[in-house]
């Protein structure tokens, strides 16, 4: 049974440039969020997308995005990157009902 | 508002020893609360989780406390073991008519051999 698994694992952007990254949940959840972690903080909330749409949001800007598709899995796009949105991606699924999360192993954005 | 807190940002154990990791929050209105565990380069991983109905719960070498009156949490591991080094997060869900999962920024453990 795999868990949440999210690609890439590492990728380095420019600034100004957009970035896509890919998440697919555990089986057997539908819901999805995704978290930003800054090198030595706690993961932040960037949204939450359940039955394909965009459940709930947190304090990001406009050039975050996502989608989720009619298979659950899920992308979170960043436009316009800017150099503090270097940080590790995580996705985190969880299954309908339940309320407790489960992270992949992240992705890595490095913006020079 | 929503924050998770942190009492201390590391904590240096012998070990053997038990840990005690404690951490403070401010939504009165959680009623979830969650402990992950972070190795160097990976994803948090659950480890316990315990309601708001509940002041205590035990797993394997892992307790978790809960005291709501001074909205404080703790976790605590038995015979801690080199493999537990890791960074701490507590965590509350806030619900929104859904749920989101908060966390705090975190405490190192460091184990000492």
């Known amino acids: 049974d795999a868990g949440v698994t999210q690609s890439p694992t590492h990728l380095i952007k420019t600034r100004g440039q957009q970035v896509t990254l890919r998440c697919s949940p555990k089986s057997g959840h539908d819901t999805v969020s995704w978290y930003q972690q800054a090198l030595g903080q706690g993961p932040q909330f960037i949204f939450q997308?359940?039955?394909?749409?965009?459940?709930q949001r947190g304090n990001f800007p406009d050039r975050f995005s996502g989608h989720q598709f009619p298979n659950y899995s899920s992308e979170l796009n960043v436009n316009a990157l800017l150099l503090g949105d270097s940080a590790l991606y995580l996705c985190?699924?969880?299954?309908?009902?339940?309320?407790?999360?489960?992270f992949g192993e992240g992705s890595w954005l490095t913006v020079v | 508002g929503e924050s998770v807190g942190l009492h201390l940002p590391t904590l240096s154990v012998q070990e053997g020893d038990n840990s005690i990791i404690n951490c403070a929050y401010s939504n009165s209105a959680s009623d979830y609360f969650i402990w992950y565990k972070q190795e160097s380069g990976k994803g948090p991983q659950f480890i316990i989780d315990?309601?708001?109905?509940?002041d205590k719960r035990q797993g394997q070498r892992v307790t978790v406390l809960l005291n709501k009156t001074v909205k404080h949490l703790s976790l605590q591991i038995a015979a801690t073991q080199p493999g537990d080094s890791a960074v701490y997060f507590c965590a509350e869900n806030i619900d929104t008519g859904g749920f989101k999962t908060i966390f705090g920024a975190g405490t190192r453990l460091f184990v000492k051999a």
């Open positions: 315990i309601r708001s109905n509940m």
């Open positions: 997308y359940y039955e394909e749409e965009e459940r």
């Open positions: 985190a699924s969880s299954p309908a009902g339940g309320n407790t999360i489960y």
